[in-house]
């Protein structure tokens, strides 16, 4: 999930999700819109993105560069391949709830989990990647994510982060998304999207306790200067690269993994079961670096994060 442009979307198109009211659904969110098919198996579920939906996005990001892009088969075997990295109940819930997997040329972040609905208000989900997750390695592409967030200016402050890995960027956006996914059915946070907020929302949930009051509020403690404001990917105004070290040295003392995951609750559970599950099971560390012109002056490591490792129970509960 990447993208404000969808949650103000979702926001103004609250629903009641019954026959009668369809037609307050935004053809974006409508099922038959999409050319899935549950019948296929995932690898056939690799689809060219619809023409009317390239359309909607393009609109919704204010951009006109997007284009469905066809993954060749050896790409299509490289997914599969990663596909088989997810834990055994992502695969199950991916295979059971998303309609259609789409690849985008030119995607501004490097993945998001739609939730469509069908006439009878049943939620699916598509999922979207950008292409160049394919081909770029981790450590290459969450530098250049983390580092989107603030302005290029002439500070001399960077953002440099080193991941022990080989992996291509596909695991760690395919973790995050099928964490998305998870979290939509089984409520890890108490919901995914403002707009699916109803009578049978339980808050607070064991994740969000004592850590957020709403979506997208933390409890003062874990509160820092800007916070509501990190937009990765060119998705909002881009911070001052002046707030770096500040944001980064609050950062260490709170229960979130990264500045991405600390934008709301589902993000947060995203990107912390995705760094978790990372270095668990394939040795991948996520360690940030803040440079000073070419002096180290700050790391910071998750793993390391006592307030992140509390969590941890969480999420192997969840694998159990």
């Not at 993945?111 to 450590?139: C, H, Q, S, V, W």
């Not at 589902?266 to 270095?279: C, G, N, P, R």
Request: aromatic residues 18%; negative net charge; proline residues 3%.
């Amino acid at each position: 999930m990447k993208k404000m442009c969808i949650v103000i979307l979702f926001t103004l198109l609250l629903f009641s999700c019954n026959n009668q009211q369809e037609n307050q659904i935004h053809p974006f969110q409508r099922m038959d819109n999409y050319n899935g098919n549950f019948d296929l198996s995932i690898k056939d579920r690799l689809l060219d993105t619809p023409y009317i939906i390239i359309n909607f996005l393009n609109q919704f990001d204010n951009v006109d560069n997007y284009s469905s892009y066809e993954l060749n088969n050896n790409e299509k075997q490289i997914f599969m391949d990663y596909f088989e990295f997810l834990p055994l109940i992502f695969k199950n819930i991916i295979t059971e709830n998303v309609f259609g997997i789409y690849f985008v040329n030119n995607f501004l972040g490097g993945g998001m989990t739609l939730p469509i609905f069908d006439d009878d208000g049943n939620m699916y989900i598509a999922l979207f990647f950008n292409p160049e997750i394919m081909r770029r390695k981790i450590d290459d592409w969450i530098t250049f994510r983390d580092n989107s967030a603030f302005s290029i200016n002439d500070s001399k402050i960077s953002i440099d982060i080193e991941i022990n890995t080989e992996f291509l960027t596909l695991i760690h956006t395919l973790v995050h998304e099928a964490s998305h996914v998870y979290d939509y059915y089984n409520h890890v946070t108490p919901y995914t999207q403002p707009f699916l907020r109803n009578n049978n929302t339980i808050f607070p949930t064991e994740f969000v306790k004592d850590i957020w009051i709403n979506y997208d509020e933390t409890v003062e403690e874990y509160d820092f200067i800007h916070r509501e404001n990190i937009y990765s990917y060119d998705l909002g105004e881009r911070i001052n690269n002046n707030f770096v070290i500040d944001i980064y040295q609050v950062l260490k003392n709170t229960p979130f993994s990264s500045i991405y995951g600390s934008k709301n609750w589902a993000e947060d559970f995203a990107e912390s079961f995705t760094w978790w599950y990372l270095y668990n099971y394939f040795n991948i560390n996520y360690i940030t670096n803040i440079f000073d012109d070419e002096n180290l002056i700050f790391t910071f490591n998750p793993n390391e994060n006592e307030l992140i490792k509390a969590r941890y129970k969480i999420f192997e509960k969840l694998l159990e």
